[in-house]
């Protein structure tokens, strides 16, 4: 990329979060992510150069130098800080602004500042292709997989049903979504298949913003800021068939819809549970805390007594899960501890930079969330490393799974090619087909030491409503959200006449 010849026509909107917008390269497999901040600050940057500059450097440091130390380098890709022309960022701003949903509009695009942080385009990624399928690409926000054990949560409901599905209850009362989604994160990152699949399957019901689905780098299913268009099970069903026909004598025969989501799915649970660079045993909860179901969970238990719990412990979901398992205290015991940190930063306010509330995120930084004591010694260092400690995990609950997935000639052999090609080749293998994929783990932004009354609050107003609601409806009440299987699945149905 020549940074001096940039031309914003051959870049195209590719999606937002709540502080970036995120363009990719029409040709080149790459995606610049830019910054955003409120429209009415558009003619007054709230920042210089010099701090947005910054900004981005302490993504790429916290992600290169904590996040990937923790979750490792295999599936973490860091990036690095770009500066642009200013001309060039204007005119992308304007050509990308009707592209923007709605709802995203309330904050513009940095102008001012050149800087973005230039990253792989994960959504259609440089895969060893024996054929010119076009890269199957699924993007899962899992949120948090483990259940809250401890001493200071306050209610014991905190302890039976996860964070996500009293969450639910809550979006759909502040009319964030119409629906609450039936997908439970404790169910997928159990690491029993019977539960990932329900999981996975949930989702594809109720995406909301959990999960996306990408071909050849265009997203072909998302329930998008509401939108219906893309959460066509039917579409996705046709785009997902000649990837998985030509196994098992499927050429000409016809292959049902059950089938092929079944199909599908089991690619992806063999894909989140590969261990990637070796096996890797089965890795259990280190506090025996953690592995037990979510009430809230629609799965049915009694189909899960003889599988398997725990995932192999390299496996994306494993990592990613004891990586948010350095929140041991839970907001309600944290926040006491980040109250001792703000006193002391209000008595001695150049404090900040020496114990890295800001950055920078080195090694240094590792350190101190690494060896913190296990008992409270009521020092200010005890508080700041659990402080760190509960930043990083909330990094990791936010966080997004990348799978990519290309069909694998049959033929190929797994031990061919260079080591580092075998790493990126790791092979599924499913019933029918056989798949190359790369995970990977992106969103690993540092969230902000300030943030954390806000997150104290939210918790309280997630649990109050979820209380208030009656803590779900009986099993059987609870009415089938979109519907989007019953018409594909239709097909699968047989009758059966008897003679009168």
């Not at 695009?109 to 440089?126: E, F, H, K, R, V």
């Not at 932004?445 to 779900?472: E, M, T, W």
Request: hydrophobic share 35%; proline share 6%.
């Amino acid at each position: 990329m020549e940074v001096d010849k940039m031309d914003e026509n051959e870049w195209r909107y590719h999606g937002e979060g709540n502080k970036s917008l995120v363009v990719s390269h029409v040709q080149l497999s790459i995606v610049l992510r830019l910054l955003k901040y409120p429209a009415e600050d558009s003619e007054n940057p709230p920042q210089t150069v010099e701090q947005a500059f910054r900004q981005v450097q302490n993504i790429v440091d916290f992600s290169s130098n904590v996040m990937s130390c923790l979750l490792g380098e295999k599936f973490v890709h860091s990036g690095e800080v770009v500066k642009l022309p200013l001309e060039f960022v204007r005119q992308l701003s304007i050509k990308v602004q009707h592209q923007r949903p709605a709802s995203r509009r309330d904050k513009v695009m940095d102008i001012y500042s050149g800087c973005a942080l230039c990253l792989p385009n994960l959504t259609s990624p440089t895969l060893h292709q024996p054929t010119h399928t076009p890269t199957l690409c699924i993007e899962i926000k899992p949120k948090c997989g483990f259940l809250p054990y401890s001493k200071h949560v306050s209610q014991d409901i905190k302890t039976k049903v996860c964070r996500f599905c009293m969450h639910q209850h809550y979006k759909v009362a502040m009319g964030m979504w119409k629906r609450r989604s039936r997908y439970c994160p404790i169910d997928l990152f159990s690491g029993n298949r019977q539960r990932m699949h329900f999981a996975i399957r949930q989702l594809i019901e109720e995406p909301q913003n959990n999960l996306k689905i990408f071909k050849g780098g265009q997203c072909i299913f998302s329930s998008l800021e509401g939108i219906d268009d893309l959460m066509d099970l039917n579409s996705l069903l046709h785009h997902l068939r000649p990837y998985f026909q030509y196994g098992n004598n499927r050429i000409n025969s016809h292959m049902t819809s059950k089938a092929l989501l079944n199909d599908f799915i089991q690619v992806l649970v063999n894909a989140l549970l590969s261990a990637g660079s070796g096996d890797g045993g089965v890795v259990m909860d280190r506090r025996g805390e953690g592995w037990s179901s979510c009430e809230a969970s629609m799965f049915n238990k009694e189909r899960t007594r003889h599988g398997s719990q725990g995932s192999p412990s390299n496996s994306v979901l494993s990592r990613l899960r004891q990586t948010q398992m350095l929140d041991t205290l839970d907001i309600e015991g944290l926040y006491p501890l980040y109250r001792r940190v703000e006193q002391h930063l209000q008595d001695f306010p150049k404090e900040r930079t020496r114990l890295q509330m800001d950055g920078p995120y080195n090694e240094a930084f590792l350190e101190k969330l690494q060896k913190c004591p296990s008992d409270d010694d009521g020092s200010l260092e005890y508080a700041v490393s659990k402080v760190h400690q509960y930043r990083v995990a909330m990094t990791a609950k936010d966080s997004q799974i990348m799978v990519a997935l290309v069909p694998s000639c049959e033929e190929e052999e797994d031990d061919e090619g260079l080591p580092s090609q075998r790493q990126l080749r790791d092979f599924v293998s499913s019933r029918p087909p056989a798949f190359s994929y790369s995970v990977s783990i992106l969103d690993l932004d540092p969230k902000p030491f300030d943030n954390i009354p806000r997150q104290l609050h939210l918790d309280h107003n997630i649990v109050s409503c979820y209380l208030r609601s009656g803590c779900a409806l009986p099993k059987g009440a609870l009415p089938s959200h979109s519907g989007l299987f019953s018409a594909a699945e239709r097909e699968d149905c047989t009758l059966l006449f008897h003679p009168v």
